[in-house]
């Protein structure tokens, strides 16, 4: 089927100060941020703060001041983390700053490298450290998702024609799956409604599931988890998407998930409407 692309939200609607830019303040607060945030803008904090500068930099006419290369490496590292947010449709101040992070940690260790490799030696050790003792925090929280077992799953999707179903089809031995399931559970407490339910099969158990949905559930598969959207028994859409019989690549994060499915506006409408279906039937049927 076709998929439009969501609308991207300029920076200042993606940090509009409401309630959720509150929630996400309170979680900077949380140690992997302050940690992250700190290695982040280290080099730039003791390459120009004095007596630091001094201290752990050679001497020289740009002593406490950023050099031509390492002004064109921060510029170069501002671009990819910009042109990578816009990319994965990070709307949040978390999503933006957890998308950034990496590309921030290795510029400051090429910087500090360029600077002293004992510097650098000291930041890489710091940067392992940070990934090993603070991994980035998870969902554990509530969740609101439906189980099911074998055929009960085709059962449920054509009991009610209004209910939009998004359900994910896992397996649990597959690492992917398991990092997948707090972001779902988290998913399914913030977007659940009577009318927009949330649910789950294990392909693993249940390989004729797997057959009818078409997917692949062996070891090696690329198509675990899947998500698909449905109403009154019909798939609407799913990632990874299937083109041309090849599994397109998908990153199973929050904001992709929100901004694949559209569902802001999905549990907008859902709530405001009890009947509201979330793609026109016919233009599904002619693109299937």
Not at 39 to 58: G, Y
Request: charged letters at 25%; aromatic letters at 14%; glycine letters at 4%.
């Amino acid at each position: 089927m076709a998929w439009t692309l969501p609308k991207i939200p300029t920076f200042r609607e993606a940090f509009e100060f409401n309630e959720k830019t509150k929630g996400e303040l309170r979680q900077l607060l949380k140690p992997y941020y302050i940690v992250n945030l700190i290695l982040a803008f280290s080099f730039l904090f003791v390459k120009l703060t004095r007596p630091f500068c001094e201290l752990l930099f050679a001497p020289g006419p740009e002593t406490c001041e950023l050099d031509m290369r390492e002004t064109e490496i921060l510029f170069f590292l501002a671009v990819v983390v910009m042109i990578r947010s816009r990319k994965t449709g990070s709307v949040s101040i978390v999503a933006y700053l957890s998308s950034g992070f990496m590309y921030a940690k290795c510029a400051n260790m090429i910087l500090f490298f360029m600077a002293d490799p004992r510097l650098g030696l000291v930041y890489t050790i710091l940067f392992l450290l940070q990934g090993m003792m603070l991994p980035e925090p998870t969902y554990k929280g509530p969740e609101n998702i439906v189980y099911f077992r074998g055929n009960s799953l085709s059962e449920e999707l054509n009991r009610d024609k209004n209910v939009v179903w998004m359900v994910t089809f896992y397996a649990a031995w597959s690492p992917a799956c398991i990092d997948f399931t707090n972001i779902f559970a988290k998913l399914s407490n913030d977007y659940g409604l009577p009318n927009l339910k949330f649910g789950k099969v294990d392909v693993g158990r249940f390989a004729d599931v797997a057959e009818e949905y078409h997917i692949n559930a062996s070891s090696l598969s690329r198509q675990l988890p899947t998500l698909i959207m449905f109403q009154d028994g019909k798939e609407l859409g799913r990632v990874p998407a299937i083109v041309n019989g090849k599994v397109q690549k998908f990153f199973f994060k929050e904001e992709d998930i929100v901004n694949a499915f559209d569902l802001n506006n999905l549990y907008k409408k859902c709530k405001e409407d009890k009947k509201f279906v979330p793609f026109d039937q016919k233009e599904a049927k002619k693109d299937k």
